[in-house]
């Protein structure tokens, strides 16, 4: 991702597809997030920022720190965070998603990885990554993970890559493309990324993975005693803030459908695994 091309296009991302991605994960943050606690949160991996950066325009965050390895990347997030009139609230710095060192414990109201697990070596990464998140979000707080699943076989991967992808070539993005290719044959599957979650925490967490082509997975460290995922319906932004583009209208109702039948696991701080029911619609 250091590639100057790669970072040029990763920067467009919120004219493509990936939009509905981010939005999934801004409205399940409003859904599942506690009242009143918006003091401070932390985005790993945060790449070019701009989902950071939702996390103040939509979500109200006071104190944002995004976090990627990439420094060209840290770079174009910075001048993301200035052209936007936020660098007051959101910075970026480069730092190593397994090793938060200069955040203390119980620093955080929100913890984000978004679209980035499956850049990480091995499960051995994944686990130290939420480990950590899960260390510097306080009892209270939320934590939040989100990423492609693979699917089941290479044929439908295909089939699914150019789908989808055909939209990065409509607008000129070949290195974004060939990305999401490469990207959906490392993701994780449901099974190995629930693998990845703490057992030393009194976190309830709740996985969600929509059913029949599941092609999205998200994972919530939910405030400590707490069970229910969701407190609120709705989503963080009125009608003339929304930041799906009118052409993706269609595109985000059948993203909101496919998450309101999803269904979800719930894996109490002893590690039970309890089958619940779909998510609440929404």
């Given at each position: 991702?250091?590639a100057?091309?790669?970072?040029?296009?990763?920067?467009?991302?919120?004219?493509t597809?990936?939009?509905?991605?981010?939005?999934?994960?801004?409205?399940?943050?409003?859904?599942?997030?506690?009242a009143?606690?918006?003091?401070?949160?932390?985005?790993?991996?945060?790449?070019?920022?701009?989902?950071t950066?939702?996390?103040?325009?939509?979500?109200?965050?006071?104190?944002?720190t995004?976090?990627?390895?990439?420094?060209?990347m840290?770079?174009?997030?910075?001048?993301?965070?200035?052209?936007?009139?936020?660098?007051?609230?959101?910075?970026?710095?480069?730092?190593?998603?397994?090793?938060?060192?200069?955040?203390?414990?119980?620093?955080?109201?929100?913890a984000?990885?978004?679209?980035a697990?499956?850049?990480m070596?091995?499960?051995?990464?994944?686990?130290?990554?939420?480990?950590?998140?899960?260390?510097?979000?306080?009892?209270?707080?939320?934590?939040?993970?989100?990423?492609?699943?693979?699917l089941?076989?290479?044929a439908?991967?295909?089939?699914?890559?150019?789908?989808?992808?055909?939209?990065y070539?409509?607008?000129?993005?070949?290195?974004?493309?060939?990305?999401?290719?490469?990207?959906?044959?490392?993701?994780?599957?449901?099974?190995?990324?629930?693998?990845t979650?703490?057992?030393?925490?009194?976190r309830?967490?709740?996985?969600?993975?929509?059913?029949?082509?599941p092609?999205?997975?998200?994972?919530?460290?939910?405030?400590?005693?707490?069970?229910?995922?969701?407190?609120?319906?709705?989503?963080?932004?009125?009608?003339?803030?929304?930041?799906?583009?009118?052409?993706?209208?269609?595109d985000?109702?059948?993203?909101?459908?496919?998450?309101?039948?999803?269904?979800?696991?719930?894996?109490?701080?002893?590690?039970?695994?309890?089958?619940?029911?779909p998510?609440?619609?929404?």
């Open positions: 991702t250091d100057p091309q790669n970072v040029t296009q990763y920067d467009q991302v919120m004219t597809k990936l939009v509905l991605a981010y939005a999934a994960g801004l409205q399940i943050i409003h859904r599942a997030r506690p009143g606690l918006v003091d401070r949160s932390v985005d790993i991996a945060c790449g070019p920022g701009h989902f950066l939702c996390l103040a325009r939509f979500l109200d965050y006071r104190t944002i995004g976090v990627d390895l990439s420094l060209p840290v770079e174009i997030a910075n001048q993301n965070a200035r052209k936007l009139g936020l660098a007051d609230r959101v910075t970026f710095r480069a730092g190593d998603a397994t090793n938060l060192f200069d955040l203390r414990d119980n620093a955080c109201d929100l984000t990885f978004t679209d697990a499956h850049h070596p091995d499960l051995a990464a994944v686990a130290r990554v939420l480990s950590e998140m899960n260390r510097v979000t306080r009892p209270e707080g939320l934590v939040v993970i989100m990423d492609l699943v693979r089941r076989t290479a439908l991967t295909e089939r699914y890559v150019d789908c989808l992808g055909h939209d070539v409509q607008r000129g993005l070949p290195a974004f493309f060939d990305d999401f290719r490469n990207s959906m044959y490392a993701a994780w599957t449901a099974k190995e990324l629930r693998e979650i703490p057992r030393d925490t009194d309830t967490w709740c996985h969600i993975v929509p059913r029949g082509l092609t999205i997975q998200i994972v919530l460290g939910l405030p400590a005693g707490r069970k229910k995922p969701f407190l609120r319906s709705g989503v963080p932004w009125t009608p003339n803030e929304c930041p799906i583009p009118k052409e993706m209208g269609f985000w109702r059948m993203v909101r459908f496919t998450l309101a039948c999803a269904c979800k696991t719930l894996i109490r701080p002893t590690g039970r695994v309890v089958q619940s029911e998510t609440e619609r929404g």
